[in-house]
């Protein structure tokens, strides 16, 4: 038993000392040394470009502040994420039901896509002027809403057509053949799509809270970013923006950890085999 949580540990500690974790963060160091070197040499004033470890100091005094309102933009994108992850899987399962209704509806979904976000806000955000945050969860919904429609369609599409073809000759119904056949095989396509929508829906929060502007005690990060930079408080406006990555970051991780977890068991795009 002890050597069996010994193995576990070591593999875990491997795993973080994989080639896959230390050459990014060797990047990432190698990438701050630059940048401080930079600025040390050039002596460039801290509103044009602080360094980092101005920055990080401003992190520090300045993280209540800005960490309440990343938690804020973090609400905004969950429920936009949340609300496109199942408004498009019943899209995709709806288009799948009749190529006369993909074809009907499947270009407006393009057109949704398509459509400028910052051309769009602002009227969304007059419509529903009495609820700010349905309206930043509405901008943010339809940047998100796309990739998981179109790449969860291409999945329930993409059956193999001989174990459809098995399915139409044991009389299986439609439903039955959607719940065991077509979804399963649409599982990596309709996550693929989750892990693209994650960092979409949070792009689709921060552009929204630039064109709403909203201010006060529960204004998100974007609007941080945006009155450092009118008062030129620079070093404050590069830590808002380090936690806006941040979130981004922990968002696709999560969702590839999800995505690994699902199909580690049983599809070939995640499950590891040796050499």
């Not at 077509?182 to 960092?199: N, Q, W």
Request: overall charge positive; aromatic content about 12%.
């Amino acid at each position: 038993m002890l050597f069996i949580r010994r193995t576990q540990s070591q593999k875990t500690s491997s795993k973080f000392l994989s080639a896959e974790v230390l050459a990014p963060m060797g990047i990432g160091i190698i990438a701050l040394l630059l940048w401080d070197i930079f600025v040390r040499i050039t002596h460039l004033p801290p509103y044009i470009l602080p360094g980092p470890l101005l920055v990080f100091t401003t992190l520090i005094t300045d993280w209540n502040e800005l960490f309440a309102s990343l938690l804020i933009t973090l609400q905004i994108t969950v429920v936009a994420f949340i609300a496109a992850a199942i408004s498009g899987l019943l899209m995709a399962i709806l288009f799948t039901q009749s190529k006369w209704i993909e074809r009907s509806l499947f270009p407006y979904a393009v057109i949704l896509q398509t459509t400028p976000i910052v051309a769009i806000a602002p009227l969304i955000i007059l419509w529903l002027k009495n609820n700010t945050f349905a309206a930043l969860v509405v901008c943010a919904w339809i940047v998100a809403f796309f990739p998981i429609v179109s790449n969860t369609t291409l999945g329930l599409n993409s059956v193999d057509r001989n174990l459809l073809n098995l399915f139409q000759l044991y009389k299986a119904s439609r439903w039955q053949t959607l719940l065991y056949l077509r979804l399963p095989s649409a599982m990596p396509y309709f996550l693929g799509g989750l892990k693209i929508s994650g960092g979409l829906a949070l792009i689709g929060a921060v552009v929204a809270e630039f064109v709403a502007g909203t201010g006060g005690a529960k204004s998100g990060i974007a609007y941080r970013i945006l009155i450092s930079s009118y008062n030129l408080q620079i070093p404050r406006m590069f830590a808002a923006l380090f936690l806006t990555t941040g979130l981004g970051v922990l968002i696709f991780v999560s969702l590839s950890a999800l995505s690994d977890f699902i199909l580690s068991k049983w599809h070939e795009s995640a499950v590891k085999h040796e050499n």
